[in-house]
Every structure is written in C-alpha cells, then in structure tokens.
C-alpha cells in the first residue's frame, strides 16, 4: 500500500512529520503511523507552555492494537495543541497531515531537523522501496 507523504514535511524515523513555517513547527505522525495503529481511541498531548526537547517522549497515542509514544522531532515551546483531536483521535485517521495536526511548537532549534528525514527518504524507510 501506498501513501501520501508531502515533501514539504520533514520525517522522523518514529513516525512524526515536521512543517517548518518560520519558527513555527506543526508537529504530527504518518499516515503510514495512522494505518499501522489501526482504529485510534486516546490521544495524550502536553500543555499548551510546555517546553520540549528534541527526542523526548510528549504524548502518547493509543489504538485498540497498541500504546506508542510521540516523540518530540524538533526543541521549541508549545504555543497550541489540537484540542479538537484530544477529544475525537480517530480524526487523525482522516487528515494526518491537514486538520490533524497535533501539536504547534516555537522553535527553539531549527538545526534539530537537520537529522530529519525528507519524503523521499521517509517513503523509503516505510515501503523498503
């Protein structure tokens, strides 16, 4: 199976994407991360004020398969987080990359994406293509 993987996110090899704008980062997971957890039913994110580092666990989301920690791709304070999927997560199955975002963050590190991976690279670590 195919997905969709916009070029203009950047990928962690856990699943989150990354879109740059300014020093704003909107932070969520894979559609190719939606449909390995399957049918998605508690979504735990930070406080809108928390500070992140890159690499540590922020949240958690949970399907009817398993529990997997989200890591945090990229050092920044979170300015917003997706009220609207807290309280519905089966939402990130329709919109991973639009309305289901997760999480807004103020960068405090842009070189913290360096690692990062592009669509291409994400596409191929996924599909083993």
Known sequence: MSFDY???LRY????EYVRLEGDIATIGISAFAVDQLGDIVFLE????GTDL????????VESVKAVEDLKAPISGNVIDRNER???APEELANDPYGEAWMLKIH???PNDLNEA???EEYRALVEGT
């Open 6 to 8: 916009p070029d203009n």
């Open 12 to 15: 962690l090899d856990s699943h």
């Open 107 to 109: 960068i405090s590190n």
């Open 117 to 119: 991976m592009t669509a």
């Open 85 to 87: 999927l807290l309280e």
């Open 45 to 48: 994110l930070p406080e809108t």
């Open 53 to 60: 580092e890159k690499g540590e666990t922020f949240g958690t």
